[in-house]
């Protein structure tokens, strides 16, 4: 308190000072997880806790990495004594890139420097870019091998090698093939697919068993 024509003394004790909160950043670095290139476009959330970053409540801030594949959270605080702990999740990415939902923490511990900004890790975060397939399609009659155009192929996800569907799995995707008079090839190919197994399905054309 002030009082007119006293000094007020807030210095004879530590719970009297005032004090400063000091600025620390988080940056996060985005990368393809095949080439390693920078990957702008990925949007992070950050968050206090890391059961708030699985179920994607209480966001703290929102980012998007710019084309160096770069983002810095700004703003953050921790207190003199000690440290504190952030969490990262990405929320989306680019088209043809598999999300990674893995929850990143970060460590901020309180230092005298200035502005200090603390990278997360690993560095850079990875994105593995979705993949594809093509087949082609051929039939033999007395010896005579020809491409066969128009055959329809349905692609079903399944948990690993030699697995079958289920009845009414829904496909992740649908192809044909096309020929291609440069080649005189039948051939599909699938749309891009997060990376795993799956099994290719052929609906036999009419005359064929």
């Given at each position: 308190?002030?009082?007119?024509g006293?000094?007020?003394?807030?210095?004879?004790?530590?719970?009297?000072?005032?004090?400063?909160?000091?600025?620390?950043?988080?940056?996060?670095?985005?990368?393809?997880?095949?080439?390693?290139s920078?990957?702008?476009?990925?949007?992070f959330?950050?968050?206090?806790?890391e059961?708030?970053?699985?179920?994607d409540?209480?966001?703290?801030?929102?980012g998007?990495?710019?084309?160096?594949?770069?983002?810095?959270?700004?703003g953050?605080?921790?207190?003199?004594?000690?440290?504190?702990?952030?969490?990262?999740?990405?929320?989306s990415?680019?088209?043809?890139?598999?999300?990674?939902?893995?929850?990143?923490?970060?460590?901020?511990?309180?230092?005298?420097?200035?502005?200090?900004?603390?990278?997360?890790?690993?560095?850079?975060?990875?994105?593995?870019?979705?993949?594809?397939?093509?087949?082609?399609?051929?039939?033999?009659?007395?010896?005579?091998?020809?491409?066969?155009?128009?055959?329809?192929?349905?692609?079903?996800?399944?948990?690993?090698?030699?697995?079958?569907?289920?009845?009414?799995?829904?496909?992740?995707?649908?192809?044909?093939?096309?020929?291609?008079?440069?080649?005189?090839?039948?051939?599909?190919?699938?749309?891009p697919?997060?990376?795993?197994?799956?099994?290719?399905?052929?609906?036999?054309?009419?005359?064929?068993?």
């Amino acid at each position: 308190m002030v009082e007119k024509g006293k000094l007020a003394d807030y210095t004879t004790s530590a719970e009297k000072y005032v004090t400063n909160l000091k600025e620390f950043k988080i940056q996060v670095n985005k990368a393809d997880g095949k080439t390693n290139s920078p990957l702008g476009g990925v949007t992070f959330g950050l968050y206090g806790t890391e059961q708030d970053a699985r179920n994607d409540v209480n966001r703290l801030a929102l980012g998007r990495t710019n084309t160096a594949g770069s983002y810095v959270f700004t703003g953050l605080s921790v207190e003199s004594s000690g440290t504190k702990t952030y969490y990262l999740r990405e929320i989306s990415t680019v088209d043809n890139y598999q999300i990674n939902d893995t929850v990143y923490p970060v460590t901020v511990t309180y230092t005298d420097s200035d502005q200090v900004t603390v990278t997360a890790t690993p560095d850079p975060i990875t994105n593995m870019p979705y993949g594809n397939f093509a087949l082609t399609k051929t039939a033999t009659w007395d010896g005579v091998t020809v491409s066969l155009p128009g055959v329809e192929f349905k692609v079903y996800p399944v948990s690993g090698e030699n697995v079958k569907h289920n009845d009414g799995d829904a496909p992740a995707d649908t192809i044909k093939t096309v020929l291609d008079v440069a080649t005189n090839f039948a051939t599909a190919v699938s749309k891009p697919l997060p990376s795993g197994w799956y099994e290719v399905v052929e609906t036999l054309p009419d005359g064929f068993a």
